[in-house]
């Protein structure tokens, strides 16, 4: 069955950078395209990111373009997201999910991530 | 605050039916497919309908949606009490190349 684990958050100074992992199993992760979407506490989701499968086209969110960059390694079915110059703006459970036809179909558990001196 | 406008919040009682409203404009819902989803308390969003009107395998006919022009509309039927979630409708915006999602809908069975 589809599975996407993702790993990498905690609490970061801000101004600092972390970098947020998603391993994928059970399908095959280099024909979808993937997605990060985040969630404030108490908030609505956020689409932040999408990386195209085979990574030829990468669009953001205006609140994290510029500071944060999606990448993916086929070879290791995983997915990435580098964040930069992190803000108190974004605290947030960041979740991984495929995306298929014109849906995010599958949702990894979330790895949340607070900005806090 | 999102293009996609939900009420905060709806309610009914158990076996009853409620609706769950995502107005949006031609621009966004009106060109595009919508996707709607259940997020229960403390876990992932899950995938409850797509292309508009469509099931996934393993969820009940007692969800269903549709769309007009602008809007787009989640009915659940059957009310359980295990239906108590947040629900969002969203689209994939295709010709900005973002995801949107609505505001978020919290049900309440009574």
């Known amino acids: 069955q589809v599975q996407l684990v993702e790993s990498g958050g905690g609490v970061v100074q801000p101004g600092r950078s972390l970098r947020l992992s998603c391993a994928a199993s059970g399908f095959t992760f280099s024909t979808y395209g993937m997605h990060w979407v985040r969630q404030a506490p108490g908030r609505r989701l956020e689409w932040v990111a999408v990386?195209?499968?085979?990574?030829?086209?990468?669009y953001y969110a205006d609140s994290v373009k510029g500071r944060f960059t999606i990448s993916r390694d086929n070879s290791k079915d995983t997915l990435y997201l580098q964040m930069d110059s992190l803000g108190a703006e974004d605290t947030a459970m960041y979740f991984c999910?495929?995306?298929?036809?014109?849906?995010?179909?599958?949702w990894g558990q979330g790895t949340l991530v607070t900005v806090s001196s | 605050q999102s293009v996609l406008t939900q009420p905060p919040s709806v309610s009914a009682a158990p076996g009853q039916k409620v609706t769950i409203s995502c107005s949006g404009s031609s621009s966004n819902i009106g060109n595009n497919y919508v996707s709607w989803y259940q997020q229960l308390p403390g876990t992932a969003p899950k995938l409850l309908i797509y292309d508009n009107n469509k099931r996934p395998s393993g969820i009940p006919d007692r969800f269903s949606g549709s769309k007009s022009a602008t809007s787009a509309t989640l009915g659940i039927t059957g009310l359980q009490t295990g239906d108590e979630a947040d629900y969002y409708c969203a689209i994939w915006d295709s010709s900005l190349n973002i995801g949107v999602f609505g505001g978020g809908t919290k049900l309440t069975v009574l």
């Open positions: 990386i195209w499968y085979d990574g030829s086209n990468k």
């Open positions: 999910a495929r995306f298929a036809g014109n849906q995010w179909d599958s």
